[in-house]
C-alpha cells in the first residue's frame, strides 16, 4: 500500500503537475468572474513551471543530493557489484567496474514500480543489456522483486547474506546516491558508492551565459528527479529507513 500511496502522492508536489493544477483553478476563478485570484494563480501556476525549468534552480535544487564525485575505481575490491534499476549510465559504469575485475559477480536489483507493468521486471532487462555487452550471464544475479529503494536493499542482502559477501559497490545515479548509500548501510552492508556515469565530465569555464535563463524540459525533468528524492528522504527518515 505505501508503494501506491507514494507514487500517488508525489505527483501533487511535482512542478508540472503544480503549475497546471494552479492554471485549472485560475481558469475556474476566472468563470466566477474573480479577477484577483485568477491573475495570482494564473501567475503563480506560470513561475512554477518557469522557475523550475531554468539552469540556476536546476543546479541550487540537485546540488545537495550529488555531494562530492566518486572515488576512483581502478584499485577498489569488493565481494560484489550492486546495480540499482534506473537508468543506462548505471549499467555502463557496471561493465567498467567488471572490466576493472572490482568484483566476481554483479547483482541487478529492480522489479517494477510501476502501477500497470508489473510484470516486467527491470532487472532482467538490465540482464539482457549486459549479456548483450560481452557480461557473463553466469556471473550476473537477478533480483526482480523489489519496487523501491529500501526493497532494493532488503532483497538484495539476502543475495548477499547468502553468497558470505562482506562489501558491495553501489551503482546508481548521482541524485539517488545519497538515499541508496544510507539506505543500505542501515539494512547492514559495508558500501563503496559508484555514481553512474556516461563519459568522464569536462570542467566547465565558468562565464555569464543568458541562456540559462530560459526555460527548456530538461531542467524541468532533473529538478522533479530531485524534488522525489527530497520527498523519498523524508519518508525514509520518518519510517526510520535512513
Known amino acids: 500500500m505505501y508503494h501506491y500511496i507514494s507514487k500517488i502522492l508525489v505527483w501533487l508536489v511535482y512542478p508540472l503537475s503544480l503549475g497546471l493544477i494552479m492554471l485549472v483553478i485560475a481558469f475556474w476563478f476566472r468563470s466566477k468572474r474573480n479577477r484577483k485570484y485568477f491573475n495570482m494563480l494564473f501567475l503563480t501556476g506560470i513561475m512554477v513551471l518557469y522557475v523550475f525549468s531554468i539552469t540556476p534552480t536546476r543546479k541550487w535544487i540537485v546540488s545537495p543530493l550529488t555531494g562530492s564525485p566518486s572515488p576512483n575505481f581502478r ?30 559477480v554483479i547483482i541487478l536489483s529492480g522489479g517494477s514500480g510501476e502501477f500497470f507493468n508489473e510484470p516486467i521486471k527491470e532487472s532482467y532487462m538490465m ?16 533480483e526482480g522483486r523489489s519496487r523501491n529503494t529500501r526493497e532494493n536493499a532488503v532483497y ?39 555514481k553512474g556515469r556516461f563519459y568522464r565530465k569536462i570542467r566547465k569555464i565558468k562565464y555569464i551565459d ?14 522533479t528527479k530531485a524534488i522525489y528524492e527530497y520527498v523519498a528522504i523524508l519518508v525514509y527518515k520518518v519510517n526510520g529507513w535512513l
Open 210 to 223: 543568458p541562456f540559462l535563463l530560459i526555460p527548456n524540459v530538461e531542467n524541468l525533468s532533473i529538478s
Open 75 to 104: 584499485n577498489l575490491r569488493v565481494g560484489a557489484i550492486v546495480v540499482l534499476g534506473g537508468n543506462p549510465e548505471r549499467l555502463i559504469t557496471a561493465i567498467r567496474l567488471l572490466n576493472e575485475k572490482v568484483a566476481p
Open 127 to 142: 540482464e539482457d543489456f549486459l549479456v548483450e555487452f560481452g557480461v557473463p550471464k553466469e556471473i550476473i544475479i537477478v
Open 156 to 194: 538484495t542482502k539476502q543475495i548477499v547474506d547468502s553468497l558470505k559477501v562482506k562489501t558491495i559497490a553501489l551503482v546508481t545515479s548521482s541524485l539517488h546516491m545519497s538515499r541508496a548509500e544510507s539506505v543500505f548501510r542501515k539494512t547492514g552492508f559495508e558500501v563503496f558508492p559508484v
